[in-house]
């Protein structure tokens, strides 16, 4: 079946320790993006990609740094220069090409700093 | 980049009950999502709208976007418990598409009362 993974669905960090957070989808999809959601603020973009090997700056980018390699995959890292990392994150992707289509949502990294 | 403002924040419902959700943007909407959230997971798409005046529905479930494109209202029928859950609409800023990512509303938490 065709869709998007996030991975681990939870994961804890220590301050001052950079974290990936796995996102991969087999939907054969161009444009992917990472969200952000914190209580009280609804869903904030971080980066998107509407092509393999690049990518821009979302909102709310700084603190994060992003690759995509492969069209596949867009991981996500939250770097010790986030300084309140603690959300939950959501993944997504499109068939983007400039059309108002309709992005898969991953089931969400909850990252919590110990 | 355009806000959209949810209303209400929460709502509790008596089970059986009809309720509305409203998602207002202080610019024209080109593209209009619903999406519900469960608690800690994935969005589940819901519905998308594009034209001014329309209107769709799926199960007891209509959402409509004004004729201003400005404004969109999403609407349960007889309510159920398995309709609670956060509700997100999320919009494109632009006319040529939604690949740079969308702009989400804060969510309306929906409780359903047995």
């Known amino acids: 079946d065709g869709g998007i993974t996030q991975s681990p669905k939870y994961l804890f960090r220590k301050e001052g320790q950079n974290v990936t957070l796995s996102c991969e989808q087999n939907?054969?999809?161009?444009?992917m993006y990472w969200y952000r959601q914190d209580p009280g603020q609804g869903l904030r973009l971080i980066y998107y990609?509407?092509?393999?090997?690049?990518?821009q700056k979302g909102d709310i980018a700084e603190g994060y740094s992003v690759s995509r390699e492969k069209k596949e995959s867009f991981p996500l890292t939250v770097t010790s220069a986030q300084k309140n990392p603690t959300a939950f994150y959501l993944c997504?992707?499109?068939?983007?090409?400039?059309?108002?289509?309709?992005?898969?949502f991953g089931q969400g990294t909850r990252l919590t700093v110990v | 980049s355009q806000e959209l403002e949810q209303s209400p924040q929460s709502l509790i419902v008596q089970e059986g009950k009809n309720l509305t959700i409203n998602c207002t943007s202080s610019?024209?909407?080109?593209?209009l999502y619903w999406y519900k959230q469960k608690y800690g997971e994935g969005l589940i798409f819901l519905m998308m709208?594009?034209?001014?005046?329309e209107e769709k529905s799926h199960e007891k479930i209509t959402a409509k976007l004004d004729e201003k494109k400005q404004q969109s209202s999403l609407h349960i029928t007889a309510s159920q418990p398995s309709h609670a859950g956060i509700y997100l609409c999320?919009?494109?800023?632009?006319?040529?598409?939604?690949?740079?990512?969308?702009?989400f509303g804060k969510g309306t938490h929906l409780i359903i009362q047995p």
């Open positions: 997504a992707s499109s068939i983007g090409g400039g059309m108002n289509t309709e992005a898969f």
């Open positions: 939907l054969n999809h161009d444009a």
């Open positions: 990609s509407q092509i393999v090997n690049d990518f």
């Open positions: 610019k024209t909407l080109y593209g």
């Open positions: 709208l594009q034209k001014g005046g």
């Open positions: 999320g919009a494109d800023e632009y006319s040529g598409g939604g690949a740079d990512g969308l702009t």
